[in-house]
């Protein structure tokens, strides 16, 4: 079972930015998609952004253009570099693997005005 420990969140003033990392326990990037996931309080955890097998990325529309995913197959390891951060961008972000379905613990990101 692969483990995904997420690191880099924080607490930033908006419009400020911030990098959270996904590492994994194994290699699996190089086999599968990966995903950031967030989910603010009360509301249902949504896809923030996933990056395929191949490389390709796709992006909610609320963080295209802020946010960008990317991977290190060498370190085992996603990241998110998020800048123009918005009140609205305040939640647990957690990775998932497509793979095997594993989830992080999740990362507080909080945005202060």
């Known amino acids: 079972q692969v483990q995904l420990v997420e690191s880099g969140g924080g607490l930033v003033q908006a419009g400020g930015s911030l990098r959270l990392s996904c590492a994994a326990s194994r290699i699996i990037f190089s086999i599968n998609g990966m995903a950031w996931y967030r989910q603010a309080p009360g509301k249902q955890r949504e896809l923030v952004a996933a990056?395929?097998?191949?490389?390709?990325?796709t992006y909610a529309d609320s963080v295209k253009g802020r946010f960008t995913i990317s991977r290190d197959n060498a370190k085992n390891t996603m990241y998110l570099q998020m800048n123009s951060l918005e009140l609205e961008d305040t939640a647990v972000y957690y990775c998932k693997d497509y793979g095997t379905g594993a989830w992080g613990q999740g990362t507080q990101v909080t945005v202060s005005s």
């Open positions: 990056i395929a097998r191949s490389g390709r990325t």
